[in-house]
Each structure stands twice: as structure tokens, then as C-alpha cells.
């Protein structure tokens, strides 16, 4: 009876633990959110293979893309998912200032990024090559602009994060909130990866 009872206190502890600590759970939904998010670019990467040589008469990627300027904004980028994950490193050591600086270092890099991309769109469409334009076009507006507003949506998350960051410290809820914000942010990169490669160079060289 004593060994039945014991089973079931442990039990019933194991269980109110879980109850009490809700970030296992924060993160499987977390990596569910992911999985759709990818879902969602598979579908634009597929559209996109479809419509992409569907001109319309008009210009093709050859005539549009400034591949030194995507490769710059490709580098900025990157760069950011490495200052990323200098500051990850900064949190796991507890060093709040430079875990805040590193962040903020990613943001201004994001920000460069979405300012390059915002550039591109502004002169292609000074050139007549709006996404009415043609099939092609339209499909490429809507899968880079696509992740585009993602990252304008990780860095209004950013923001929030450090404001957190600089009220709270480096408090539970914090740690698990950059670390989700990490992948997110490293997701990005991966999808943009895959632009550049499928969009821009295979575009160019085809």
C-alpha cells in the first residue's frame, strides 16, 4: 500500500509539474507555427516555379535583378543570424548588456536588409516592372514581399524583446522568448537562402 501510495504522490507531482511549467509546451507550439510558416513558403516557392517564365512580353530576371545588391543584402542577413547567435551565447553566459547589444546589432542588419529589399521594389516598379506587370512578376513580389513582412514582423518582435529585456533582465519567460524569437529569425534566413538560390541566381543564369 505504502509503495502504491508513493507511485501516485510522484505521480501527481510529475504531473502538477508540468502544469506549473508551461515552456515545453510554448515550444512544441512554437515549432508547429514553424512547420506551417514553411508550409506556406513551399507553396510560393511552387507557384513561383510555376509562373516564373511567364513574361508577358515583358522583362525576365536577366533584364531586373541586380545580383551585387541582392548579394549585399544577402550578406546583411546572414550577418544578422550570426550576431544572432553571438548574443544566444551572451544569454546562456547571463551577460545581460552584451545578450541587449548583440540584439540590437541584429535588428539594425535586419533593418538594412528590409531597407535593400524595399529599394529593389521601389525601382523595379520605377521601371514599369510592378507585379501587374506579368505572371513572373506578380509571383515574385508576393514570395519575396511574403518574407519580407516577416522579417518587419521579427523586427517589431525584436524591439518588444529588448524592452523586455531591459525591464525584466533575463528572467525565465525572456530567455524562452528569445529563444524563440532565434528561430524564427534562423528559419528566415534558411527561406531567404533558398530565394536567392531559386529566384535570383537560377533566374539570372538560366
Known amino acids: 500500500m505504502n509503495v502504491t501510495a508513493g507511485t501516485q504522490v510522484r505521480t501527481w507531482h510529475a504531473a502538477h509539474d508540468e502544469h506549473d511549467h508551461p515552456g515545453g509546451a510554448t515550444m512544441i507550439g512554437f515549432w508547429i507555427y514553424l512547420m506551417s510558416d514553411a508550409l506556406i513558403f513551399a507553396s510560393l516557392f511552387a507557384v513561383y516555379g510555376v509562373l516564373s517564365r511567364n513574361y508577358a512580353s515583358g522583362p525576365g530576371p536577366k533584364q531586373l535583378f541586380d545580383l551585387s545588391l541582392v548579394a549585399v543584402n544577402t550578406g546583411l ?18 551577460r545581460l548588456g552584451r545578450t541587449i547589444g548583440w540584439l540590437t546589432i541584429t535588428g539594425l542588419l535586419g533593418a538594412a ?50 524592452m523586455q529585456l531591459g525591464k525584466r533582465g533575463l528572467v525565465a519567460e525572456n530567455r524562452r522568448r528569445v529563444m524563440c524569437l532565434s528561430m524564427f529569425w534562423h528559419f528566415l534566413d534558411i527561406v531567404w537562402i533558398g530565394v536567392f538560390t531559386f529566384v535570383y541566381l537560377l533566374g539570372v543564369l538560366r
Open 77 to 94: 542577413l546572414l550577418a544578422s543570424s550570426i550576431t544572432f547567435g553571438v548574443a544566444m551565447l551572451a544569454m546562456d553566459a547571463g
Open 113 to 162: 536588409f528590409l531597407g535593400v529589399e524595399l529599394h529593389e521594389f521601389a525601382s523595379l516598379m520605377a521601371e514599369g516592372a510592378g507585379p501587374q506587370r506579368s505572371a513572373f512578376l506578380s509571383s515574385f513580389f508576393t514570395l519575396v514581399g511574403t518574407h519580407g513582412l516577416h522579417v518587419a514582423f521579427g523586427l517589431v518582435w525584436l524591439v518588444v524583446l529588448l
